[in-house]
């Protein structure tokens, strides 16, 4: 049974970057199988994909984010990582990582909620 | 893209069935047989209970099902139980390998 675990700073400042990382177990991220995906939550409000990356290290990223977003993969410790360029308030939200395919998420890790303030 | 539309509250008393739309536009629900439906307690991951359109994931009982007409999805709860009283978002494959998602339904058993 896979388990993701997500970690990273809890608090960016305004313009900074936010850095998140995936731990993998009980799956390998290197799987042809699956797609690795960052979906996001601002508090109260409802679920944004913000991409995925698959087998091949290929990427794919929600359009209105995506000049601000790289996702990478890091065979090695079986985890991938997110990075959000240029923060603002508007970020503030639970980042999850999750596994799947191209059209849904079937394990989700449990969330790290990222506070964007100065 | 867009989000999908989703009506913001639901609810049904134990034991009835309840439905939540979901509308997309010809470019996403429309187009693709990939509409998905989450389920979300407060303060805990998404659960995926519904994925193209109108299958399960293991574990998830038969009381789920999903459908699709047109550019609408809809997720019906059979047998509303105490425990099923959560938000529900849907979500589509929108071409191009991007995903979008609904504004989320929030469920209540009477």
């Known amino acids: 049974q896979v388990q993701l675990q997500e970690s990273g700073p809890g608090l960016v400042k305004p313009s900074e970057t936010l850095s998140l990382t995936c731990t993998v177990s009980g799956g390998s991220v290197s799987s042809g199988t699956y797609y690795w995906s960052w979906i996001r939550q601002p508090p109260g409000k409802g679920l944004e994909w913000i991409g995925f990356?698959?087998?091949?290290?290929?990427?794919n990223y929600n359009p209105s984010l995506k000049s601000r977003v790289t996702i990478s993969g890091d065979t090695s410790k079986n985890q991938f990582s997110l990075k959000l360029t240029s923060v603002t308030a508007a970020d503030t939200a639970v980042y999850y990582c999750a596994r799947g395919n191209w059209n849904h998420c079937d394990s989700w890790g449990q969330g790290v909620l990222v506070t964007v303030s100065s | 893209q867009s989000a999908l539309t989703q009506p913001p509250s639901a609810s049904g008393s134990p034991g009835q069935s309840v439905t939540i739309s979901c509308t997309g536009t010809s470019s996403d629900v429309g187009f693709y047989n990939f509409v998905s439906w989450y389920q979300q307690h407060p303060g805990k991951a998404p659960k995926l209970m519904i994925y193209e359109v109108s299958k399960r994931p293991s574990g998830v009982p038969d009381r789920f099902s999903g459908s699709k007409s047109g550019n609408a999805a809809s997720l019906t709860v059979s047998g509303l139980q105490a425990e099923d009283e959560a938000d529900y978002y849907c979500?589509?494959?929108?071409?191009?390998?991007?995903?979008?998602f609904g504004g989320g339904t929030k469920l209540a058993v009477l």
């Open positions: 990356i698959y087998h091949s290290g290929s990427t």
């Open positions: 979500s589509s494959y929108a071409g191009s390998n991007n995903l979008v």
